[in-house]
């Protein structure tokens, strides 16, 4: 397969694993909204799980739109250094949920319930487990687009 092309599958992968990060982080943060709510997991009638086909989605644009920058620097340091481990990724996302709430933190006025210190721990554990499924989709092949090293055969 020609360079360009073993480039270009590689952005279509990337591009999956980030939808599936978002998804992952959204579908993430509606359970545990939907736990402090005091919904047990046999509660929800069926409109709850249809409007969960609506509403997962739709966060999950509002997610991949405050992440996209951070997750750049974390995809192109996966890729470069040819990162395959699930750990640099969950801290990666962590990371990216920290950016997040710092320019929350600056731009929210001071009682604001996203400050609570709940709500920033289920964001950073958002974070998390979309660094974790942005592994399982495009982590664990980083660094597969760089041709191997030609090795020389001896004297």
Known sequence: MSGVLTCLLRLVVILAGYVAASLAASAFLHVIVFA???FEPGDAPAFVAGSLIFSIP????????????????????????????????????????AVFLAFLHEA??????????????????????????YWLVAG????SWRAPAAISPGP
């Open 36 to 38: 402090w709510a005091g």
């Open 58 to 97: 739709f966060v999950a644009l509002f997610v991949a739109y405050y992440g996209f920058i951070p997750s750049v620097a974390v995809v192109l340091i996966g890729e470069f250094l040819a990162r395959r481990d699930w750990l640099t990724y969950a801290l990666g996302g962590g990371a990216v949920a």
């Open 108 to 133: 929210s006025d001071p009682g604001l319930e996203a400050a609570s210190p709940g709500m920033m721990a289920t964001i950073l554990g958002s974070g998390i487990v979309g660094g974790i499924f």
């Open 140 to 143: 664990r092949t980083a660094g």
